[in-house]
């Protein structure tokens, strides 16, 4: 059975870099890759990139390029996702999703993680 | 990027009732579509892939159609534990976007 857990929540102040980790268990690591996804307190989803389970690529959304990095560890079994010079607007739950397929091009998201909070407070 | 809009944005039905949600694509994105529904508190969960396939446990009430531009979920027998808000994905275009998502309640 697929399992995702991500790590606990997080409160940083404006300006800091927030790391959250998503640890995969169920399936075999490398064969899929992970899709991060935010949801902002009473609002929509809203997609991040995605990385490769297989070699690391990644896709990032051109609103988070320049902010957000996505890395693998296959000898954890963990994705994690770093956003950096948060602001207030970063007040969200942080998503980790399995894509259907080893990259995540075209793929939906088939298993989904807890979430975590992260909240921007100075 | 592709914009998709979904109507209603919220909606109330009883236990029993039919129910359609539709999503439209501002370009074309073929059948490239998931539908999920998420609960107060809870992660999404994929009920639609590829617009039609329904996926694997999830009740055959529910059910997907379209392709391009225009998207459908229906669920033809409203349970209790169908209360909740659906959003469309598309995968065509990069960012994979989200609809704004509707909620249906009693």
């Known amino acids: 059975q697929v399992h995702l857990v991500q790590s606990g929540a997080e409160v940083k102040k404006p300006g800091a870099s927030v790391k959250v980790s998503c640890e995969a268990s169920?399936?075999?690591?490398?064969?899929?890759?992970i899709t991060w996804v935010r949801q902002a307190p009473g609002q929509g989803l809203e997609w991040m990139g995605w990385?490769?389970?297989?070699?690391?690529?990644?896709t990032y959304a051109q609103k988070f390029q320049d902010r957000v990095t996505m890395t693998t560890d296959t000898s954890t079994r963990t994705m994690n996702m770093e956003l950096r010079s948060l602001r207030s607007d970063d007040t969200a739950v942080y998503y980790c999703?399995?894509?259907?397929?080893?990259?995540?091009?075209?793929?939906?998201?088939?298993?989904w993680g807890q979430g975590t909070p992260v909240t921007g407070s100075s | 990027a592709i914009q998709l809009t979904q109507s209603p944005p919220s909606l109330s039905a009883s236990v029993g009732d039919r129910v359609t949600i539709s999503c439209r694509a501002s370009?074309?994105?073929?059948?490239?579509l998931a539908w999920y529904q998420q609960k107060p508190g809870k992660a999404p969960k994929l009920l639609i892939y590829e617009a039609s396939s329904l996926e694997s446990g999830v009740p055959p009430r529910f059910s997907g159609s379209g392709s391009g531009t225009d998207f459908t979920l229906t669920i033809s027998s409203l349970q209790p534990e169908d209360f909740a808000t659906y959003y469309c994905?598309?995968?065509?275009?990069?960012?994979?976007?989200f609809g704004p998502g509707t909620r249906v309640d009693v």
């Open positions: 994905q598309q995968f065509t275009n990069y960012p994979f976007t």
């Open positions: 169920g399936y075999t690591f490398t064969s899929f890759g």
């Open positions: 370009q074309g994105v073929s059948s490239a």
């Open positions: 999703a399995r894509c259907s397929g080893g990259d995540c091009y075209g793929r939906y998201l088939q298993h």
């Open positions: 990385i490769s389970g297989h070699n690391g690529d990644t």
